[in-house]
């Protein structure tokens, strides 16, 4: 394949990229956007982490609210009271089956996958693949990165006097797991679930591209990262005009039919914006999944995660809960029969007149939940453990899915995870991938991370050259990187608009025809 220019290593190791520095004016200003926000760690993204309280937001939120219903206030209310039937009926079973509920399948298995399985992904939204990664293998990883951090010990990290969350991005181990060719086969294969109405959108879910995210190494006995559940991909802008409305994703959910919702259309998020007020980690990438790659022996209890198997259910419940206020409030210490009634459709009215509140979501921040805030979830039982995993195993979960992680963590060792999330190729996700491989020159945070400094001089971090010539990469994980040239030739199952994103992603990244 051509590189961006002739003498590519000499080029990526100085940061003149020449002609591939152009688009960044459109997104938002070269390595002065990718470097914009401000430093941080994993707590600036979510208020519980924070310190911060929720609270009602600035009045223009009871605007936006009162005219995503307007119209249609009686649709939406007969709509979020069969939703309520339904998770009534939905939740116990979950509770029942715990981990099991979550759909496993092994890397072997990928291409001839079940129809039990594709159901269950489709209707959960989270799964285990198994072995993506061989064990001794991602073991290997692991020992390289406490290496990495062992020399580095200058690196931010969450939360600073234990630390369990490490805001590293460019070690060597991140960039063998995301090139890996076992983890870029299975991103192709999580990307076929998805299924776009428009059959000319500008996507390709034949062809991933690469997500700098931060690794976890929690600790026997940590109890600060106790990540409450959450949503990944914003908070505020799910309602917003400006965000989510942008591609009228939750449309049918503020339409009065939820049950219309899909959340596995892509063409609609093509336009959403998921990060309007430019959070300290909040992903502007368009991810068909989060993801991440165990480097641990890890079970239930063991800081490891817990996800909400309800997708579309708990997606549309916590969309319409803001337009909704009990008849009869909750009360301290009730009993079973009172709360059956405070649960009780009939007990939920549309609000006449819509309130600022946005329960759980803060500007600048992840989507949370609570159960005081979310009480028809049942989140004590309707969170589940990811099943025992291993060193190796992939972990992922649809965007808009719930999830937290174990307040403590009660196993006898580390409990460690490399973030990998699934992307497709886009128009937009081309102009991202040119702004993080600016900040990969640089050594700068991930764009969408806290800035600073980051990882410019450590020791042992892997410069693009590196990546270019000395690594083994494949032309896949080079291309997934944006450090190569997109092939519109290379097979003849591609579709025109899959062509036609491929080639506009030439051009957004710079490289020659």
């Known amino acids: 394949m051509t590189p961006i220019i002739k003498g590519a290593s000499r080029v990526f190791a100085t940061g003149k990229f020449g002609n591939a520095l152009k688009p960044q004016a459109r997104t938002a200003g070269g390595l002065a956007a990718a470097s914009a926000k401000r430093a941080g760690d994993i707590s600036d993204a979510f208020v519980s982490l924070s310190g911060q309280d929720f609270k009602p937001l600035e009045p223009r939120y009871a605007d936006i609210k009162a005219e995503l219903i307007r119209g249609r206030e009686k649709?939406?209310?007969?709509?979020?009271?069969?939703?309520?039937n339904d998770l009534k009926k939905e939740i116990p079973l979950i509770a029942r089956e715990g981990s099991k509920i979550i759909p496993e399948i092994q890397l072997e298995d990928v291409d001839n996958a079940s129809d039990h399985f594709r159901s269950e992904l489709k209707k959960r939204g989270v799964a285990v693949v198994r072995g993506v990664v061989p064990e001794k293998e991602a073991l290997q990883l692991k020992e390289e990165l406490k290496e990495y951090i062992r020399n580095n010990p200058q690196t931010k990290a969450f939360p600073a006097d234990n630390p369990q969350v490490f805001e590293l991005y460019w070690s060597p181990s991140q960039i063998k797991a995301r090139g890996h060719p076992n983890l870029l086969r299975t991103q192709q294969f999580l990307m076929e679930f998805w299924y776009s109405k428009d059959p000319n959108a500008p996507i390709s879910p034949s062809h991933p591209i690469s997500y700098a995210d931060r690794l976890r190494m929690r600790l026997p006995g940590d109890a600060k990262f106790a990540l409450g559940p959450h949503v990944d991909g914003?908070?505020?802008?799910?309602?917003?005009?400006?965000?989510?409305?942008?591609?009228?994703?939750?449309?049918?959910?503020?339409?009065?039919?939820?049950?219309?919702?899909?959340a596995w259309e892509p063409s609609s998020r093509l336009y959403a914006v998921s990060d309007l007020h430019q959070g300290v980690g909040a992903c502007s990438m368009f991810r068909m999944f989060q993801g991440w790659l165990s480097l641990s022996h890890t079970g239930p209890g063991e800081g490891t995660l817990l996800v909400n198997p309800l997708l579309e259910k708990?997606?549309?419940?916590?969309?319409?809960?803001?337009?909704?206020?009990?008849?009869?409030?909750?009360?301290?210490?009730?009993?079973?029969?009172?709360?059956?009634?405070?649960?009780?459709?009939?007990?939920?009215?549309?609000?006449?007149?819509q309130t600022s509140w946005l329960q759980g979501a803060t500007?600048?921040?992840?989507?949370?939940?609570?159960?005081?805030?979310?009480?028809?979830?049942?989140?004590?039982?309707?969170?589940?453990?990811?099943?025992?995993?291993?060193?190796?195993?992939y972990v992922v979960w649809h965007a808009d899915t719930i999830h937290a992680v174990d307040k403590?963590?009660?196993?006898?060792?580390?409990?460690?995870?490399?973030?990998?999330?699934?992307?497709?190729?886009?128009?937009?996700?081309?102009?991202?991938?040119?702004?993080?491989?600016?900040a990969f020159v640089q050594g700068a945070p991930s764009p969408d991370f806290g800035g600073g400094v980051g990882e410019a001089e450590h020791v042992g971090r892997v410069r693009v050259e590196d990546a270019v010539d000395k690594m083994r990469l494949t032309p896949a994980a080079k291309r997934a990187f944006g450090l190569?040239?997109?092939?519109?030739?290379?097979?003849?199952?591609?579709?025109?608009?899959?062509?036609?994103?491929?080639?506009?992603?030439?051009k957004i990244l710079g490289f020659y025809g």
């Open 234 to 262: 914003g908070s505020v802008e799910r309602w917003d005009p400006a965000g989510y409305g942008r591609g009228h994703v939750y449309t049918s959910i503020f339409s009065g039919s939820w049950e219309s919702y899909t």
């Open 484 to 506: 190569e040239k997109w092939d519109s030739d290379d097979t003849a199952d591609l579709q025109s608009s899959q062509r036609e994103v491929l080639d506009r992603a030439n």
């Open 363 to 393: 500007p600048g921040h992840g989507q949370e939940l609570h159960e005081t805030l979310h009480p028809h979830l049942d989140l004590a039982k309707s969170m589940v453990h990811v099943p025992n995993v291993g060193p190796g195993d």
């Open 75 to 84: 649709e939406v209310e007969a709509s979020f009271h069969r939703l309520l």
């Open 314 to 353: 708990a997606t549309a419940y916590y969309l319409l809960r803001p337009f909704f206020s009990p008849v009869r409030g909750w009360t301290e210490g009730m009993g079973k029969r009172e709360r059956d009634v405070f649960l009780a459709p009939e007990n939920w009215r549309i609000d006449e007149t």
């Open 408 to 438: 403590i963590h009660n196993g006898m060792s580390d409990s460690s995870v490399m973030y990998i999330p699934v992307c497709p190729l886009t128009e937009d996700n081309a102009r991202f991938l040119v702004r993080q491989r600016e």
